[in-house]
């Protein structure tokens, strides 16, 4: 099986990411696809295991393998967090909506650190610019504002909403270079404080819900295994039906 066959075949969950997901897009703004597949369960008792991700079909779209994707969001990474809380969800099956279902359990303290780790390696690419050209990429410095503001409304309410709302004029502003540099900087300090706070109060567990998110994978692996079973003898009864169909009686 073709990896784009498992896109196209197995996918569970489909959405829209990027500035549109974020109420952050524009005229020229791409549509960025992501989504998560089931590989059917027999896929993984050859010796050669179905793929962890797929790029594509098409431009501007990546998926998922759907244990892959647990772990990533059991680790509380950025995007994969981000990707179960899109509000453009443009296909989803009944594995798919017990994946949504489970958002919360996939939620903790862990995304802290996870979130502040990746906003620092964005402001060293920021702060690169600045050496090199002499001034930020705006787009990306609107990016990681939205993201720390993102990081300190999680740790404060317990729910991560992605969408920026009705702060989406300032955040355009930010990327159009209409704000100077040292406010851009004053608000990322402000921002990481409230954060630090926000975590000491913070309604998330320490830890995510392991147990929920492997009982759900189990259960997904194994009715994906059943239904191939069942699949493999509906053919073969088939045949042997037609095998022992008796032949009619000459008249």
Not at 135 to 152: D, G, V
Request: aromatic share 6%; with cysteine; proline share 6%.
């Amino acid at each position: 099986m073709q990896p784009e066959d498992l896109v196209r075949d197995h996918t569970i969950y489909a959405c829209v990411m990027g500035s549109r997901a974020f109420g952050l897009a524009t005229a020229g703004s791409d549509t960025d696809r992501r989504g998560v597949f089931l590989a059917p369960t027999p896929l993984f008792w050859g010796f050669e295991k179905p793929p962890t991700h797929v790029e594509g079909p098409g431009e501007e779209r990546f998926s998922w393998e759907l244990e892959r994707f647990c772990e990533l969001a059991l680790r509380a990474d950025p995007n994969i967090l981000e990707c179960l809380h899109s509000p453009l969800v443009e296909h989803v099956d009944d594995t798919g909506r017990e994946l949504l279902a489970l958002r919360g359990a996939f939620l903790s303290r862990r995304a802290h650190d996870t979130f502040t780790r990746y906003a620092l390696g964005q402001r060293r690419k920021l702060d690169a610019d600045l050496r090199v050209h002499g001034a930020p990429r705006w787009k990306h410095a609107m990016h990681l504002l939205r993201l720390l503001t993102s990081a300190r409304d999680l740790l404060r309410t317990g729910e991560l909403t992605i969408d920026v709302g009705d702060r989406r004029a300032q955040f355009l502003a930010v990327k159009r270079g209409e704000v100077s540099w040292a406010e851009v900087e004053t608000r990322m300090a402000r921002l990481a404080t409230e954060t630090e706070r926000a975590l000491r109060g913070s309604p998330l567990p320490a830890e995510p819900d392991h147990a929920r998110v492997a009982d759900f994978l189990f259960r997904a692996r194994r009715d994906s295994a059943l239904r191939a079973h069942g699949e493999h003898l509906g053919g073969r009864q088939a045949v042997d039906h037609a095998v022992r169909r008796p032949r009619a009686r000459p008249g």
